[in-house]
């Protein structure tokens, strides 16, 4: 056991060594021209494994999350969504926060899952019984609660970057709870991660019948071990930390029952203070032109973006040009599920002249995305409190997104 | 653990049995052991029923806390690189923790850093103590234990608004969103 555990150090050691040359080797490719990469890989060697084009360098970008870094533990990664194109997010570009721990390195032959607590039979699965249930592919987004405008975001990666959409494969949490047996008096679940601070989030047993997933699969393939390889919970539409990664344990319990990340981060902490939040509410920015981009040229554009809601399909997504004066729809590029991202577009012919782009969205609910002082107001804050994180509750904040556009063509980030 | 060892036949015998177990409609999966299910069961929940056996105190928590936590929290639980542990400003177990369990629960499956999972049930509460003790919330002297611990009323316990147990439904909009 000690040897192993010792074995286990020396190799998240070499791996945090290796970690850093690779965040170097993005830092390297980042700043290169694109082209000017080292010669092409030889076809031969791009078939077992396919790459992307030398000439394509979009990255993820890290987070510069203080606490973390300070223990040397920091895997916070932004997607890179003004370079987005579609409603998919490839698996390697997919952001992740990993609340300080390492991506723990699991064998699937070893993984196990087990279901116990408020159940008739509690049951032990290898990953192996897992794949021979019947199994469901679903298009969702996962969005962390952090994401949101701000004065710091320069690009649309800094600010709207912890939001991905991926086709999630695996079995309905409701099917494997059908198989122990839920009690009656049940309410919750407690999930538990496998990392070396072992998470754990409870989730009310009306949303894990709804539509959870217990996933194995990523865009086609195993989910990548920054999200969660070999097994995760996917719980759509809910913050992303209900999401469990590196799944473990589904415990039935009859309450809440609010492990750290419940009582002391992801609450809503003002006045009207409570454990938790679920649904992100709906949220759309526009990936081009985005902040830090820059318009070649007055004339035709496409403006486009994404929109994604917790509270279902998006229906309507209206972009201006004009700084809010003048508000069109804009064209839902289909398919605009139900708990994914949804692309829309825009034709825009550019006059050359200053201007500000804005979009917002209305999901099947009837919900509005909010303008900032209107997030603000509702918060009892204002807007300043909220762009400076000054005020508690601003998790959530799914305001419009300004972009302005400077009469060089450069794009920034227009919150004021 | 000799009488354990002394079980174990038993055990098996008894977990042959119970291996044949499996979910009803497909087949698959098997019934974990009794001990299985312990080792596994390491979330403590506000009413502690999960609390294993074991007692501490802040006094035997304060050289512990010297040795293994302040490094990063600080002497007194306020100073350091990592979160603040004592205190009202902040949002810290005295100022915002609404149960006592939870302190229990994070300490035992996350803390120290690089060495989770490493504690003893008594170091756990030993310092579950300590911490309950320098936010001025028990005396030096209090125990702690399985039985003690569920009943500590924490500062912030209504701080909170009453869990909202099960009130999620399918399509329900969000508590505070805004509507044109």
């Known amino acids: ?416 | 653990m000799r009488f354990l060892n002394l079980l174990a036949p038993v055990l098996t015998l008894a977990s042959c049995v119970v291996v044949l177990a499996q979910s009803p409609t497909y087949g698959l999966g098997r019934t974990p052991s009794e001990q299985e299910i312990l080792a596994w069961d390491i979330a403590v929940g506000p009413e502690g029923k999960e609390l294993p056996a074991g007692s501490g105190t802040a006094k035997e928590g304060e050289a512990l806390y010297a040795r293994k936590c302040a490094a990063c929290h600080g002497p007194t639980g306020t100073e350091g690189k990592a979160p603040r542990l004592v205190g009202r400003q902040t949002r810290t177990v005295g100022s915002y923790w609404p149960f006592a369990t939870s302190i229990w629960d994070y300490i035992n499956r996350a803390m120290p850093i690089y060495q989770e999972g490493s504690l003893s049930a008594d170091e756990v509460y030993a310092l579950t103590a300590f911490l309950l003790f320098k936010n001025a919330i028990i005396q030096e002297s209090d125990a702690m234990d399985a039985e003690s611990l569920p009943k500590i009323q924490m500062p912030n316990r209504n701080g909170y608004q009453p869990p909202p147990v099960s009130e999620w439904k399918p399509g329900m909009p969000r508590p505070f969103e805004i509507l044109p």
């Open chain 1, 1 to 416: 056991m000690d040897t192993k555990k010792q074995n286990r150090r020396r190799f998240l050691k070499e791996g945090a060594a290796l970690a850093g040359m690779a965040v170097g080797a993005i830092g390297s490719a980042s700043a290169q021209t694109p082209g000017a990469e080292a010669s092409p890989v030889p076809y031969r060697d791009r078939r077992a494994y396919g790459r992307r084009s030398r000439f394509v360098n979009s990255v993820r970008t890290n987070d510069d999350d203080a606490t973390h870094a300070a223990f040397g533990r920091s895997f916070n990664v932004y997607t890179p969504l003004q370079d987005s194109i579609g409603i998919i997010t490839p698996s390697s570009l997919h952001w992740v926060s990993a609340h300080g721990y390492e991506p723990p390195d699991i064998d699937p032959q070893e993984h196990r899952l087990m279901i116990h607590g408020m159940v008739d039979r509690p049951l032990i699965f290898t990953l192996e019984e897992l794949k021979r249930l019947p199994f469901v592919s679903r298009i969702y987004y996962l969005e962390c609660q952090a994401n949101r405008p701000e004065y710091k975001g320069e690009t649309v990666q800094q600010s709207h970057g912890k939001t991905a959409c991926s086709e999630w494969t695996g079995v309905p949490l409701s099917l494997l709870l059908q198989e122990a047996g839920v009690q009656s008096g049940a309410g919750w679940i407690v999930s538990e991660g496998d990392e070396a601070g072992k998470m754990t989030k409870s989730i009310p047993m009306a949303k894990v019948m709804e539509d959870v997933l217990v996933a194995y699969g990523q865009n086609g393939e195993p989910v990548r071990p920054e999200n969660g390889y070999p097994l995760r919970l996917v719980v759509p539409g809910f913050e992303a930390i209900y999401s469990m990664k590196w799944l473990r344990r589904i415990k039935v319990v009859d309450r809440p029952y609010l492990g750290y990340k419940e009582i002391s981060r992801y609450t809503r902490d003002d006045s009207r203070s409570s454990w938790f939040q679920f649904e992100m509410g709906p949220k759309s920015v526009i990936t081009f032109p985005s902040g830090g981009q820059r318009l070649p040229s007055r004339g035709y554009y496409q403006i486009t973006g994404l929109a994604w809601s917790g509270g279902g399909a998006i229906r309507r997504v209206e972009v201006s040009t004009d700084g809010g004066r003048t508000w069109k729809d804009a064209e839902l590029q289909g398919p605009a599920l139900r708990l994914a991202h949804t692309r829309f577009n825009m034709a825009w012919k550019w006059n050359g002249e200053q201007t500000v782009l804005l979009s917002r969205c209305t999901d099947e609910l009837g919900q509005v995305q909010p303008s900032l002082a209107e997030f603000a107001r509702f918060w009892g804050a204002t807007s300043e409190q909220f762009l400076s994180r000054s005020a508690r509750g601003a998790g959530h904040s799914n305001s419009i997104q300004p972009w302005g556009v400077n009469r060089d063509g450069s794009v920034y980030n227009a919150i004021s």
